[in-house]
């Protein structure tokens, strides 16, 4: 069986089973840590895994990411990352829409939404702003802003 703590950086998994204490699992459940859940851990920091489960990143230690059971979505390996890591001719579709306020109403407002298929058309010589084809239009956005967009890439 394939725990959380194996799987690769940035592979979308779903949540098989939580071999976790009651009172532990019922935090986890919470927080919208469920079987079937699909999650994908984005970062190790120190002993912590960073996992993003729907809208939220959660920081799980590693004694803890070993506890929760997963397995493969699907045969093609999808992942998330975030947006400014795409390379130009690269494209994916948008997965979620990080950040609060104002600026998450402008990156949606923009037709950053869930569901878009987006493509990395040009990237500035040192890479902020990149340029993107997004429902037929040509679209600039910052590094910072791009950051903020979950996408998951197209397998090549």
Known sequence: MTTLADVSLNQVV??????????????????????????????HSGDNGIILLHNTRLALSQSLLKKILVKDLTEAQQSWISLDQLKVGEQGTVVNVHGS????????????TKGTEIK??????????????IRGYELSLRKNESEMIVVAKEAE
């Open 14 to 43: 779903q949540i098989d089973e939580m071999a976790l204490d009651n009172d532990l699992k019922h935090r986890m459940q919470d927080l919208g840590m469920i079987v079937g859940s699909k999650v994908a851990v984005v970062n």
């Open 101 to 112: 306020g104002a600026i998450k109403r402008r990156l949606m407002d923009m037709g950053l």
């Open 120 to 133: 990395v058309v040009k990237l500035a010589p040192l890479g902020d702003p990149m340029e993107l084809r």
